[in-house]
């Protein structure tokens, strides 16, 4: 079974603008999370996508948004950018059915963001 | 919240010796316990798991044990090989499905191994 990928693999962006990524999770699962990952604040829940509705976010600015569509591919949406948005962004999915909360995650690669 | 913290790194040890990474969680309720390992230009990739109180995760020959008294979670090898350096991560997720569990782990801040030959 093809993992999860994620695309593009590498972006540089200049300050003010914005960007898509896109995810594509696990074959049959239903839910995608996303994670920002940084040297000085680690790794951080962004939000989380199930049959097309966010579910949970996490603590960021409005600027950060994202989607699911009925495939359960995913994409998120920085607008404005930032220096500080700089990072990897890591998608995550998951079967998400059953009642073995949590559910586990599998990682794509990361789209690593400069912001110039 | 829920937090976790993991000892400081980096570690550096040589090959054979003895692993352990320390971590240790604050959280509400029972939660599952999980170990990732990043290799450099990869994502992470779920090394192990516990789900209950006394749970041992095992994989790979890395083994953690879920102690619910002492709120821990230690990774440990017994021999560690230079194809083990990479960047370890602790990591919970809520047992309850609810509004603010949905698809979260709350991680550590991770600690880089480097194993020498």
């Known amino acids: 079974k093809a993992g999860v990928t994620q695309t593009p693999r590498y972006l540089i962006k200049t300050r003010g603008q914005q960007v898509t990524l896109s995810c594509s999770p696990i074959?049959?699962?239903?839910?995608v999370s996303w994670y920002q990952q940084t040297p000085g604040q680690g790794l951080q829940f962004l939000f989380e996508?199930?049959?097309?509705?966010?579910?949970n976010k996490g603590n960021f600015p409005g600027r950060f948004s994202g989607r699911q569509f009925s495939n359960s591919r995913s994409e998120m949406n920085v607008s404005t950018l930032e220096l500080g948005d700089s990072a990897l962004y890591l998608c995550?999915?998951?079967?998400?059915?059953?009642?073995?909360?949590?559910?586990?995650?599998?990682f794509g690669p990361g789209t690593r963001l400069t912001v110039t | 919240g829920n937090s976790v913290t993991q000892m400081e790194g980096p570690v550096t040890l040589s090959e054979e010796a003895f692993l352990t990474i320390n971590c240790t969680y604050t959280?509400?309720?029972?939660?599952?316990l999980f170990w990732y390992v990043q290799y450099p230009g990869e994502g992470l990739q779920l090394l192990l798991k516990?789900?209950?109180?006394?749970d041992k995760g095992s994989n790979k020959g890395f083994e953690a044990t879920y102690r619910k008294e002492t709120t821990s979670f230690h990774l440990e090898k017994g021999s560690v090989q230079v194809s083990d350096s990479a960047v370890y991560f602790c990591?919970?997720?809520?047992?309850?499905?609810?509004?603010?569990?949905?698809?979260?782990?709350?991680f550590g801040q991770g600690t880089i191994l480097t194993v020498h030959p």
């Open positions: 990591a919970l997720g809520a047992s309850n499905a609810g509004g603010t569990s949905y698809g979260k782990l709350t």
């Open positions: 516990a789900t209950k109180a006394d």
């Open positions: 074959s049959g699962h239903r839910s």
């Open positions: 959280a509400t309720g029972y939660p599952s």
């Open positions: 995550a999915s998951s079967l998400a059915v059953g009642l073995a909360f949590p559910y586990e995650q599998y």
């Open positions: 996508y199930f049959s097309e509705t966010q579910r």
